[in-house]
């Protein structure tokens, strides 16, 4: 056979596979079509891979650069629904046709979780579902909405009230709430779901409801137990919280130098048994520099109060950090969300409002709770295994006051009294391709391993929003309960087997599944009777 009769075969072969898929595309929009009644029609929001929007539309929400490659499996279409019966059309066309969906907020999932599979898929993303009611004290706040459009939304209604929330503003409302959603306010007021007084959800059969309609233990899963499991959430009731009209912020810099490892070992101590009012985190650095590897911590605050106050309280508690009163910026709460985003003084609210973070990365983060104080011996430990591996940075967030009052069973979001601290694991790099990554990856895990010994046990625990994959997935699709509850215990703990129930009830057949979703209570039956 010579040459050109194999460009033709190639050519032909490519011509097919292009008419199947031109085929399928329109079976799906027809079926889309037929089961959608809403103006603007949803094929005015649905994309294929041939449409000129599909690929921005695709990676404008893909908040990690490692997802982005032409390796990574691609969405046979995406629907950006503007109205409910798009959504209601999407789920029926998805069992019609044998497709997982997956729901994306903000694209902020670690892990890709909510725009990747390797089965076939459609992505629902929610970013056209944003708007923001916010009226006497509470807020109706749908899914798409990020928190920074949430908290402008609040700041131009009220000077006193605020919510406690995630400080990265690109965040999309949709998965934060639903995974537990913490913030620098969550000493005093909790999490953002312990706020939560009802929502709308689709479930599985396309009914919308709320809380009274979904009962009190969908609306309990749902609040901490991922929603991605049991349906699509449109939108939230929250109860906003009163802030003074003046806080407090500040940030210092200590190194090893300057004496970080006593400083720390203090902090561990009073971090989360401070005035609720104050939260103090934690971000650990290595230093490497031809002249010099050390270490650098950054301590910035948060207190609801004026500087005066918090002088007071920190000579009285924590004098080792050698807070003055030229450090405290006062400012009012909302201007406090630009200082935690790295904006400087003076820049305009209108920055909440940009749905895209300032720069996009390669990175894979990781979570732990440790509720013992370390060392100062085995501090200097985890330094020397920092400044070895090079990379990857520590963001340690206090825990107690309004934490440890909440019971372990109020949400599915278990880690509450007994936790000192919670540390974000995160190495970030800039250079695309294989090496690049499994370099990265392997300096994160070293460290999550080196830290074993000082963190909990039995469960290890890890935190819903900080997606990790290595802790557990649920290899074969089906999401059983064997695999479900290697990771369904460290995220949750003793409330797993409560969602299971839940999710059995409410989707038994599974349809809103993922690497990481909630098993049926039908494969936990069949592990049990073999």
């Known amino acids: ?32 079509t037929d089961h959608s009644i809403a103006s603007p029609s949803i094929s005015s929001v649905t994309f294929f891979p041939t449409d000129p929007s599909f690929t921005s539309t695709l990676q404008s929400y893909i908040r990690n650069l490692r997802f982005t490659s032409t390796t990574t499996p691609k969405p046979l279409f995406i629907v950006v629904p503007s109205h409910v019966s798009h959504i209601l059309a999407s789920i029926i066309c998805c069992k019609t046709h044998g497709l997982e969906m997956r729901i994306r907020s903000g694209g902020h999932d670690y892990d890709g979780l909510s725009y990747v599979s390797k089965a076939p898929f459609m992505i629902l993303d929610l970013f056209n579902l944003r708007s923001v009611s916010v009226d006497n004290g509470t807020a109706w706040v749908e899914s798409g909405a990020t928190l920074g459009e949430l908290f402008y939304a609040i700041s131009q209604k009220s000077k006193t009230h605020g919510f406690p929330a995630g400080v990265c503003p690109t965040v999309g409302v949709g998965g934060h709430f639903s995974g537990g959603g913490y913030g620098n306010m969550m000493r005093k007021f909790g999490l953002s779901v312990d706020n939560v007084i009802d929502a709308k959800l689709v479930d599985v059969n396309g009914n919308v409801l709320d809380r009274e309609s979904m009962g009190e233990d969908l609306f309990w899963a749902i609040k901490g137990g991922g929603g991605a499991s049991f349906g699509i959430i449109i939108s939230w009731k929250i109860k906003l919280v009163s802030v003074p009209e003046i806080v407090t912020v500040f940030k210092i810099e200590k190194t090893l130098e300057q004496g970080v490892t006593g400083i720390f070992h203090k902090w561990q101590y009073i971090a989360d048994k401070i005035d609720p009012n104050l939260f103090v985190r934690v971000v650990l650095l290595p230093v490497n520099k031809k002249h010099l590897q050390s270490i650098k911590a950054k301590f910035i605050g948060l207190f609801l109060g004026n500087g005066q106050e918090l002088i007071s309280l920190m000579n009285e508690t924590f004098p080792e950090l050698g807070l003055s009163f030229d450090q405290c910026i006062e400012m009012s709460w909302i201007e406090s969300i630009l200082f935690w985003s790295n904006y400087p003084k003076g820049t305009s609210l209108d920055v909440l409002l940009d749905r895209q973070p300032q720069q996009e990365k390669y990175l894979k983060k990781k979570s732990d709770y440790v509720q013992e104080p370390i060392s100062k011996e085995n501090l200097e430990g985890i330094w020397n295994k920092m400044i070895e591996l090079k990379r990857p940075a520590l963001t340690l967030n206090p825990y107690g006051g309004k934490m440890s009052e909440i019971s372990e069973f109020e949400t599915p979001f278990p880690h509450r009294a007994g936790n000192i601290y919670k540390i974000q694991y995160s190495v970030t790099w800039k250079d695309d391709g294989v090496e690049a990554s499994d370099r990265s990856l392997d300096q994160i895990r070293k460290l999550y391993d080196y830290m074993t010994p000082y963190v909990s046990k039995s469960p290890r625990s890890s935190y819903l929003n900080y997606r990790d994959v290595d802790i557990g997935i649920n290899e074969n699709g089906n999401a059983s309960y064997s695999e479900g509850v290697i990771w369904g215990r460290k995220y949750f703990k003793g409330n797993f087997q409560r969602l299971v129930q839940v999710k059995s009830k409410v989707d038994p057949g599974n349809f809103f599944r993922y690497e990481q979703s909630i098993p049926c209570l039908g494969s936990w039956k069949s592990i049990t009777a073999e």
Do not use: R, W
């Open 1 to 32: 056979m010579g040459f050109l009769s194999l460009v033709i075969i190639f050519l032909l072969c490519i011509s097919m596979a292009n008419s199947d898929h031109l085929k399928q595309n329109k079976t799906i929009l027809q079926c889309l």
